[in-house]
């Protein structure tokens, strides 16, 4: 299975500002994804990142409040823009492995004020 | 469109006990299937996965789940419940093209609590 670790663990953060979280995988993965979980919810995908190409955005979820940036096939970025108190919540980075299994990131718990 | 939905919330079972956590799922095709545990400030752990065959499968931690395709579940137990199970449960189908994992849906969770 892939280890993955993801930067910051949390952060508290102002409205209006922005956070970018990195998420590192300890191996090549073609496919990598962004999720977000609001305060006792379910798992939400936002994006799909594939290196090389744009990201593929879930509905409701738009490039401009979340770009992405998956410059090579361990690394990948989920920025938070112009953020809300409503943008507080848990983001987890996944990757997809050749068994056909998701294994997740220990998430990043962001409160904006 | 594709859903999964587990009907309860929260559960509390004394230690011990078994445990049955329900899972439906709505989906077109032969699902892919999968149960995760989400322990407190925990990221999210893969229990156990179905794709096809057997429709019982055994997971880690001594857990299992059944595939019945005939009631759309996919329903995970264990026979006796441990104080360190205290944690959250999430079902999920993968929904992506040809059913394959590349898009995970997932349900609301259900919260399990153990009493001593």
């Known amino acids: 299975s892939a280890v993955i670790s993801q930067k910051p663990s949390r952060d508290i953060c102002q409205r209006g500002t922005s956070l970018t979280i990195q998420c590192q995988v300890d191996s090549q993965v073609t496919m990598m994804f962004w999720y977000r979980q609001q305060p006792g919810q379910s798992l939400t995908l936002i994006a799909t990142a594939n290196q090389g190409s744009e990201a593929t955005y879930e509905s409701g979820f738009v490039i401009d409040k979340f770009p992405i940036s998956r410059p090579n096939l361990t690394f990948s970025t989920l920025t938070v823009s112009n953020m809300s108190p409503e943008d507080s919540s848990i983001y987890l980075c996944s990757v997809h492995d050749r068994n056909n299994e998701q294994f997740f990131g220990p998430g990043t718990r962001l409160t904006v004020l | 469109a594709q859903s999964v939905t587990q009907p309860d919330i929260h559960i509390t079972v004394s230690e011990g006990a078994s445990l049955e956590l329900r899972c439906n799922y709505s989906?077109?095709?032969?699902?892919?299937l999968f149960w995760y545990v989400q322990s407190p400030g925990q990221g999210l752990q893969l229990l156990l996965k179905y794709f096809s065959g057997d429709t019982l499968v055994q997971g880690i931690k001594g857990f299992e789940a059944e595939f019945k395709r005939s009631q759309s579940s996919f329903n995970l137990r264990k026979p006796s419940v441990h104080w360190s199970d205290a944690a959250e449960y999430f079902c999920a189908v993968g929904a992506g093209y040809g059913g394959a994992t590349n898009k995970l849906i997932f349900g609301t969770g259900t919260l399990l609590a153990v009493q001593p």
């Open positions: 989906y077109g095709a032969t699902p892919y």
